[in-house]
């Protein structure tokens, strides 16, 4: 499939680590121009080296801020004169039975996993409607498919982008712009470091001991912007092979 990959403009966000690096790694191999944003902007500029990217190709993005975001994709468009994927990856997992109430940790999830994804989808959305083509993929979970105890929050957030995305696909059908929901399961990413209530943790620990590399994510996110221009992935769920729920 990388002949629909290579050569395009593809903009990822939470870059620095985990799946947006690796992600970055494989399209980057497959022909991609990618652009890379998140908050640690030393790891960027590693990534940046590996891949031999100018530091133009680079941005420190928080996705809480919308300006921050704005500015990302835009960079992509002035560099590129497009944007043809947006990879809405950032996420946190800060899990919690609700009665530890920690609120702060709830506030935040909200606002990198929902807010965050909205913000790359109301900055991307104008190009893509000028050109008329593009592509944006929201980063879901098995959590926005089953809810479990102290995944209350982080689960609302993922359902959240399942329904935002839904919504998306049905509205931007008149500019030809495609887009795909990837709903991971235990994949080996710093997700689980995010987590401080120590019950949850020991729990997820167990559950993360069989997850599979961040290449299966790469290579899933690879299949959807791959496909000829008529075929939409709209969502790709999947797991371990061990992994029951």
Request: neutral net charge.
């Amino acid at each position: 499939m990388s002949e629909n990959i290579n050569g395009k403009v593809v903009v990822i966000t939470g870059a620095s680590s985990g799946l947006g690096a690796e992600t970055a790694r494989h399209l980057a191999k497959e022909g991609a121009t990618v652009v890379l944003g998140a908050r640690r902007l030393d790891r960027l500029k590693g990534l940046a080296s590996e891949l031999g990217l100018d530091e133009k190709a680079i941005l420190q993005t928080d996705v809480t801020d919308r300006n921050q975001v704005k500015a990302l994709v835009d960079r992509a468009v002035e560099l590129h004169g497009r944007i043809d994927v947006l990879l809405n990856n950032a996420g946190l997992m800060p899990s919690s039975m609700l009665d530890k109430l920690k609120i702060d940790e709830w506030d935040r999830m909200i606002d990198v996993n929902i807010k965050g994804v909205l913000y790359g989808i109301g900055a991307a959305l104008p190009h893509m409607q000028a050109q008329k083509g593009g592509q944006i993929i929201n980063v879901s979970s098995v959590a926005g498919h089953k809810v479990g105890p102290g995944g209350a929050v982080y689960a609302g957030t993922k359902w959240a982008v399942r329904a935002i995305s839904e919504g998306l696909r049905q509205e931007v059908k008149p500019w030809n712009i495609r887009t795909t929901i990837v709903s991971p399961g235990a994949v080996a990413t710093e997700l689980i470091d995010t987590i401080t209530d120590q019950d949850i943790a020991a729990g997820m620990a167990k559950t993360y001991e069989k997850a599979i590399p961040a290449s299966s994510f790469a290579r899933v996110i690879a299949f959807a912007i791959g496909q000829p221009e008529d075929v939409d992935i709209n969502e790709v769920l999947f797991r371990p092979t061990s992994q029951a729920y």
